[in-house]
């Protein structure tokens, strides 16, 4: 069984960070980033410190 790493897809819209969850995940991108949107939303705009920190924090995917 492979190992699946968490990285930024090099296919998002912005950084990849959603892109990068829905593929770890198994998920379709969009979903994950209406979720992201929600919970964005529904907790005071925490979301939006949280995606700068992902985007830091993750490594990108290589080419």
Avoid: H, Q
Avoid at 24 to 39: C, G, I, K, S, W
């Amino acid at each position: 069984m492979e190992k699946k790493k968490l990285m930024r897809s090099n296919r998002g819209m912005i950084a990849g960070v959603c892109a990068g969850i829905a593929d770890y995940l198994e998920l379709d991108p969009t979903v994950v980033r209406v979720v992201y949107a929600l919970l964005t939303f529904f907790t005071a705009f925490m979301g939006v410190i949280a995606y700068f920190i992902l985007w830091i924090v993750m490594p990108k995917r290589p080419i």
